[in-house]
């Protein structure tokens, strides 16, 4: 009975929702850099499909820096801030493993482009969001409209704080969905999001939990075994592909590999297993169409969470650290420019 209802209330929104995005916060547009660059979208989606010749996989990594800004603090690019002048920030903090130094890399290249053509005008965080959203439409996903006109926050989130924002891949649903509900995220957000894990790679790290000291009850055998090839102790260096079926592409093969017990990371299998978000996950195993409605629908969502717009923040000249300024914001010595100590 349960489970229907939700079946119902899932129906719904999807059909609400199909071809349609979420309301756009104040200061956001998607019409925001028309006459300071309007060759923007043209410049990033060329840059990145010329790296993702050489490079499938720094598309993954790219859309992860997103999620990953987005979760903390808000998507203000302080996952971009290089920390190491001033202490622990968020590239520093555990998670960081699925941070590929590739994608910060490009992040700045693409940036220094985009200034030699429009002058600095555009924030690092647009840059983000529109980044994220080429390397899902570049890789075979939805080509969603990005609302723009973020500006770049001043502060680094803490590692605590880096911490405590990013769900693990070791939580299971329960645990996931309070998180997510702090930032007005819900389960239908969080089978959607997940799909970004339809391509990429993982450190063994992530999911020795689901193959040591034994398997995982609801792993697939075969599965389970390749695993521990990869991974032959907790502690192997070792990386595996997040979506065994279709490894570079984005499409809804993710939902599919769940539903066979095929899902790597607990946070992944247990969409399937949890009632609250199974009848979604087969929804999306079924209908392509209907994964990609939904994806960027809670992308428009989540790209918008704790937005800096207006005269809020700033326009930073370099993505990986702070403009110099004469009054520090950030409550210890040095202003992100200089060194620390
Ligand atoms: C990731 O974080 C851990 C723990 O803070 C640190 O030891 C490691 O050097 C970091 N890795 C990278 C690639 O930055
Ligand atoms: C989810 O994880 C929490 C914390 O590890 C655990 O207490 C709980 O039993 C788990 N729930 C399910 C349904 O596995
Ligand atoms: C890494 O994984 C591959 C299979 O994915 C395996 O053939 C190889 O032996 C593993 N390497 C190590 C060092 O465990
Ligand atoms: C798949 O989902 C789309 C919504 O994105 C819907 O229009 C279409 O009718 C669905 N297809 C089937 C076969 O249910
Ligand atoms: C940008 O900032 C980082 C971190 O402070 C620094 O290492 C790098 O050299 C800077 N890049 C440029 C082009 O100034």
């Known amino acids: 009975m349960a489970s229907i209802l939700f079946y119902l209330v899932v129906s719904f929104f999807a059909l609400a929702s199909a071809q349609t995005l979420p309301p756009l916060e104040s200061g956001l547009s ?26 499938i996989g720094l598309a993954a990594g790219l859309l992860r820096v997103h999620f990953h800004d987005c979760f903390v603090q808000g998507c203000d690019a302080s996952v971009l801030l290089d920390g190491s002048a001033s202490g622990p920030s968020e590239q520093d903090a555990p998670p960081n493993l699925t941070l590929r130094p590739e994608a910060f890399e490009a992040i700045n290249d693409l940036r220094a482009l ?4 429009c002058g600095r005008v555009v924030s690092c965080a647009d840059v983000l969001a529109l980044a994220a959203r080429d390397s899902v439409a570049l890789a075979g996903g939805p080509n969603y409209k990005v609302p723009l006109g973020r500006r770049d926050g001043l502060n680094f989130a803490t590692r605590d704080v880096t911490v405590a924002s990013l769900p693990a891949p070791t939580f299971n649903v329960s645990t996931i969905l309070p998180i997510l509900a702090k930032i007005n995220l819900d389960s239908a957000d969080l089978v959607a999001l997940s799909g970004g894990h339809t391509y990429g790679r993982s450190h063994c790290s992530s999911f020795s939990n689901r193959i040591f000291p034994s398997r995982d009850p609801t792993m697939d055998q ?12 907790s502690d192997s260096s070792n990386t595996t592909v997040l979506d065994i079926r279709t490894p570079n592409v984005f499409d809804n093969k993710y939902y599919v590999d769940l539903m066979n017990r095929q899902g790597l990371f607990t946070s992944d299998e247990d969409l399937y297993m949890d009632s609250r978000t199974k009848s979604l996950v087969t929804a999306f195993a079924i209908n392509q169409s209907l994964f990609f409605d939904k994806f960027a629908y809670s992308m428009v969502k989540m790209g918008q969470l704790s937005v800096l717009t207006g005269v ?26 200089s060194a620390a100590h």
């Open 30 to 55: 998607f019409s925001f850099y028309e006459s300071y660059c309007p060759k923007l979208e043209a410049i990033v989606r060329n840059f990145l499909k010329e790296k993702f010749k050489k490079d």
């Open 114 to 117: 985009i200034d030699k053509r």
């Open 222 to 233: 075969t599965f389970f075994k390749n695993l521990r090839n990869t991974c032959p102790t």
């Open 312 to 337: 809020r923040g700033e326009i930073r000249a370099n993505c990986s650290a702070r403009n110099a300024r004469k009054i520090s914001m950030w409550p210890v010595e040095g202003d992100g420019q």
